[in-house]
């Protein structure tokens, strides 16, 4: 099993971006996203399970990022839009073997594959 990350890059305030992350190898029913900042901890950005479409977002970033999914490419995206500073971070995929409930979706340890990571810097 293979995730592969990618879409990073600078972008002035108020822009967007969109991260793509290609999964090789199987099909997983919950799949999420995670930032990171050097000397913080992996922080919980978005999750959703399919089918059936439950949806979980960090309320920092609740109306302004989607997550979705092409079934026919395995590859799940994250939207952001109207992009702040705060969201400065390497940004990480992950795909979990168990279907948890929502209430575990923001829980990285829930997650047994993770992307590489990509850069998203915006520029205030």
């Known amino acids: 099993v293979q995730l592969q990350a990618s879409g990073g890059g600078v972008v002035q305030a108020g822009g967007s971006l969109r991260l793509s992350c290609v999964v090789s190898g199987r099909t997983f029913s919950l799949m999420g996203w995670?930032?990171?900042?050097?000397?913080?901890?992996?922080?919980f950005v978005?999750?959703?399970r399919w089918p059936g479409g439950s949806t979980v977002y960090a309320d920092s970033v609740k109306g302004r990022f989607t997550i979705s999914r092409d079934n026919a490419k395995n590859t799940v995206y994250l939207q952001m839009s109207s992009l702040k500073a705060e969201d400065t971070a390497v940004y990480y995929c992950a795909a979990s073997e168990k279907n948890w409930i929502t209430g575990e979706f923001r829980n990285v340890v829930r997650y047994d594959y993770w992307g590489q990571g990509t850069q998203v810097t915006v520029s205030s």
Not at 35 to 40: I, N
């Open 46 to 48: 978005a999750a959703r």
């Open 34 to 43: 995670f930032r990171q900042v050097p000397g913080s901890e992996r922080e």
